[in-house]
């Protein structure tokens, strides 16, 4: 028995036994949160412990490998689960939380099991065992018309792209025999140039970008964003959406020599990335901007973020598809997996203090924050923090990664990418700079306190000390994520 | 003490800190605290100021250098390299000098969210320490970035009516100049045989013929960029007298007195010493660009009815002269100008530091800085008035204040560059002009029945004056400065086709 294993088993037991505390007559009863907080915990253990020690004997019949990549979303994805169980404990009240708490963990289990996927059908089957708890986590709120509607719309969306991801999981299965992502790619890759190859890579481009929140594919986000309860949508911007990310690593960029369309120099991958990377950026940007609403804005700004993390993507394809340039496929690709896990950290804590902002001033427009400063300190000094990090800011984390993800391109015909990048950050601190002025400079509406709970304070002190400390230690991040780059396409 | 320059960062760094906690507590004590680790900053820069006089580094090379790997990651090695020369030593003792000013001023003059505001004075004090002191461009990038976060606070929290404007007008341009010149560093990077960050092994690598000249332009624009929003030069000036008009009268003082010089100091130590064939074959842009600056900054001064616009548009005249004087050196190879440089930077830190400080009494006073409406101050406060009329002398350029030396050693070394700039001259005239019009109309006019003010008290005016002696100081002495940037003068004057 390895430490995967039983990682898979104890996410799998609280995805059982939490709902059942429904049948008991406490339902307000906080047990459930305390259980999924420990199984995390210690799940988070367990994979850190199998990322570090890697266990060889797994096999899994193939469905699934655990590598260093793998190990760095399921770590990504199960830190930010917990801090969002941690913050619900003193956010989610109502008859219902048991069920909430069984939900969470479901989709922590598919994530997990995401992470570690090496065929296509275990992705999938994942995919959806992350995916269907959310719809209904998204409508949790069931008196809220918003919080409906954000089920409804995100369950249609899901659908629709599960379903684009599953033909083209077919046709890959029909051009080369196998479901095996490696294998398959390899099969093709030896095959002359077939248009059905290039409309698997479409659709899988299609299909991960609704959970990576890239352009054209984004315009759900928004609307779900701002009608979900706040802690599950901190999990769709910080931890589903990275699993679309692993996703996408581990599918898309193997497909990185085949061609999309037709056999034209103009559409390699990294071409095609490279566009959708400076169409993603720039809209969320823009959109940002104009945005009254706190959720709306930061909804936006996750859509840049997702850009910004492309731009890795195109270096690691260009260098596959060249076959050159490896030093710098190897720094994009850590600045994608640092800004992965970056954005999970600073959109994670800046959507939970947000949320906190709903809940005691029961307002979500820009207006709320006003003075936030004066009225909750830690609150505004967080988000403050999470920010600054966002806007790449040195020396917080955020700039390392963006640091990582320009210096990549710069040198070669993606150049024009880098100047995008760069020019995007220094116009995002424009909101994120309109929102601090607001903390702090603005007068607040009523100069009383807010309360601030303890669950918050444990989350924003363990968030801003990873933004700072990562800042000052690049180097935790960068020492492990070249093993992670070698997993993607092996040999 | 190999750890001399780390400690001048890093003290107030630590002390930010500290101070927020201990003045939230206790207001005087936050303020001596503050003071004290202020002071330490000041005679430690001292020191090493000192130390590179008696032992001047050799052409290219530093003093008191410190180096530790921060990060190392494929062919990304990032080092935190420290290290003292004739360029950065007398902007690290004016930065610490005028730390010190500001304190005393503040101590009047910023009346709400005291223990933020200090701390954030050591943190902006301990950020632009990093800024001269560091040889490595990404370090210096940081530390670039890192002061505009107080400097963005100080203006929005502390500033007069348009502060949130000034605010975020004066974050996005900074920032957005800074990040264009972080990419132009790291396509220079990216295309030198064997990347380095270190300006150092830039240096000798240049030295050595090892960089494609084809490399450097696109970094020099880059670099232009950044720097010219800093300093600023026309047309990039547009966030300051914005940011200046709003801002308290002591962060004022740090605006001119320090922050612009990291435009002036960036100018020379790295798009002059680290792009020299491109500087050198589009030097006369920017001795163009320098001299419609210092025009521009004299004429809008003279149009100016606000005392402290006037003032910061002074500011933007005076850095003109800094843009001239260094590429003045580049395209004619007479270390003058660089020196003319240096040393119209600390004047000009100085004289100004103390006029921006005598404005933000004024206006306590007064309740205007409008210089048509204000009248008789010699009259109504004796000191100031004293304090004022040495200062403006100071900034016209009127001997004995150093300014003048200053001034005239950029003139003339651009005059060795392109005769033509000897109309140059007239911009110490205009200056003159405005300043002796403000004389006349504000000191010297007769006062406002039943004006009374109060004068600024005397152990500030003694402060004050203590920023204006080593002026007359130093038109004597003027070695005192010089002689520690004559060795870089002469590296840069070397580049020149080298």
Redesign the interface.
Known sequence: MNLLSVTIIILTASSLGTPLFQLLDDKKSKTPAYILIAVLSMSLVLVGANTIWPSTNASYGGLLGSDAIGGFFALATLGVTLMIVVASSSYIRGANSPIYYGLLSFTALGMLLLSYSQDLLMLFVSWELMSLPTYALAGYDKKRVQSNEASVKYAIIGAMSSAIILYAISLTYGLTGTTQIIPAVKALASQPFNPLASVAVILFIAGFGFKMAIVPFHMWIPDVYEGAPTTVSTLFAAATKNAGFVAAIRVILAFATVYVLTQNPLFTLANVIAVLAVLTMTLGNVAALTQKSMMRLLAYSSIAQAGYILVGFVAYAYSRQTNSLF?EA??GM?GSLFHILNNAIMKGVAFLAAALVLLELKRGDLQAYNGLGKRMPITAFTMTIAF?ALA????LSG??SK??L??SV??GPF?WL??AG??N???S??YY??I??RF???EPESAEKVNEPLAFIIVFAVAVGLIIGLGLF??IV??FA?SAVKNIFPG | MSFLLSLLIFIPLVGTPLVYLVGRQNRHAGIYLTLGLSVITFLLALYSYWFVYVHPPALGQYALTEKYTWFNFQFIGLDYLVGLDGLSAPLVVLSSLLSILVIIGSRRLIDHHEAEYYALLLFFEGSIMGVFLSLNLIVFYIFWELVLIPMFFFIGVWGGPRRKYAALKFILFTFTGSTIMLLGFLYFYLGMPSPSFDMPTIQAMIQNHQIPVALEYLPLLASFIGFGVKLPVVPFHTWLPDAHVEAPAPISVLLAGVLLKMGGYGFLRISICLFPQASYQYAWVFLLIGAVTMFYGAIVALLATDLKRMIAMTSINHMGFVLLGAYATVASGSPLGVEGAIFQMFTHGLAIGALFMLSGYVHEQAGTREIPLLKGLKVTMPRTAVLLVLGSAAAMGLPPFANFLAEFMVIAAGISAYSILGVTILVPVITSGYFLWFIKRSILSSPEEGATRRDIPKPDALAIASYLVPLVILIVFSYLIIAPSVPLAQFIAGLRGG
């Open positions: 030093a190897t720094i850590t600054l790449g800011v040195p020396p700039f390392w640091l990582l320009f210096l710069v040198n150049a880098a100047v760069i020019l950050s220094a116009f601190l424009g700079a309109w601090i002025k702090y400079i603005d690049p180097q960068t020492n070249p």
